[in-house]
């Protein structure tokens, strides 16, 4: 079965930190770039972060630049999202997805950052 199954968000205050995971299973991991998304509520899909198929080459939304880190693990089908110094902006659902070919959207995990 195709999926993808994010997980590690939860509430954080603000300058936290979180470790997002997104599990993939049921396509050939090593093929695909992936990304994470995030959507706040009222707002539309965001892109955050692209990791190349080897893990070589990272892209980052200007407002995540030098707070996040997107990184993956190949011989376990998942992408992480490393979280620092998050902000109340930062709170969102977050999703992941693959590149091309985009998959049903998964759960998504809530990422809440308040005091």
């Known amino acids: 079965q195709v999926q993808l199954v994010e997980s590690g968000g939860g509430l954080v205050e603000p300058g936290g930190s979180l470790r997002l995971s997104c599990a993939a299973s049921?396509?050939?991991?090593?093929?695909?770039?992936m990304r994470w998304y995030r959507q706040a509520p009222g707002q539309e899909r965001g892109l955050v972060a692209t990791?190349?198929?080897?893990?070589?080459?990272?892209n980052y939304a200007d407002s995540v630049k030098g707070r996040f880190t997107i990184s993956r693990d190949n011989a376990k089908n998942t992408v992480y999202l490393q979280m620092n110094s998050l902000k109340p902006e930062d709170t969102a659902v977050y999703y992941c997805?693959?590149?091309?070919?985009?998959?049903?959207w998964g759960q998504g995990t809530q990422v809440t950052v308040s005091s």
């Open positions: 990791i190349s198929n080897t893990g070589i080459y990272t």
């Open positions: 997805n693959r590149v091309p070919n985009e998959l049903v």
């Open positions: 049921g396509f050939t991991f090593s093929n695909y770039a």
